[in-house]
């Protein structure tokens, strides 16, 4: 039997409805696949920016020198500032601050500073604390000293002396030195204080 005519119109708008139904979408290029993608992408940048840029501190600082102390020609180029310190009722020798700056982590100058001493009376003392919007680290030692400057002989021990110190966590940190006999750098200590305290950015 011959297909009517309008069974041949039927088939054929059937097929033209199939062939015009829009296809399924790729579920790799769903809109809700990648949207999220593209919105967390700058985060994490953002992020680690902020972080190590908060992780560096300023490049220079300032501070006050206390009225007391006098201040020194550097014996070496690696010194910024040197200052003398009085020496105390009884004590022979006078006190040395130096300022320097130089690379290196904090625990590890800590360590380089503790073992300039032997027979060290009691632990290393350290102590974080803020200025303003600077970290700086406390140290304190005491012991027989026994540094020399890099490259030369090393000095004669020196009983019953310390070590007051402060690192300040710049780009590159600072580090501020005062070492003299142990009753001198106790004397001193509260105008050390009053230094760490006047620090501040440039």
Known sequence: MKP??????????????????????????????????????????????????AATGPADIAWDVPAAWERMEN?????????????AAGDKDDGDMSVS??????????????QQF????????????????????????????ASGMPGMPAAEPKKSWALL???????TPYFFKLTGPDKTVTAARADFDKLVNSLRAK
């Not at 032997?118 to 027989?144: N, P, Q, S």
């Not at 110190?165 to 780009?171: E, L, M, P, Y």
Request: proline share 9%; glycine share 8%; with cysteine.
């Open 101 to 114: 700056q130089a690379g290196g982590g904090i625990d590890a100058n800590v360590k380089r500073w503790e």
């Open 4 to 53: 009517s005519l309008s069974h041949c119109l039927l088939a054929t708008a059937l097929v033209l409805a199939a062939c015009e139904k829009t296809p399924e979408p790729d579920p790799t290029s769903s809109p809700s696949t990648s949207k999220p993608a593209q919105s967390a992408a700058p985060a994490p940048a953002g992020g680690a920016t902020a972080t190590a840029a």
């Open 75 to 87: 014996p070496s180029p690696m010194r910024k500032a040197t200052y003398k310190i009085p020496k």
């Open 165 to 171: 110190g402060a690192i300040v966590n710049t780009k």
């Open 118 to 145: 032997t027979d060290r009376a009691g632990e290393t003392k350290t102590e974080t604390k803020k200025v303003g919007d600077l970290e700086v680290t406390i140290v304190e030692v005491k012991g027989t000293f």
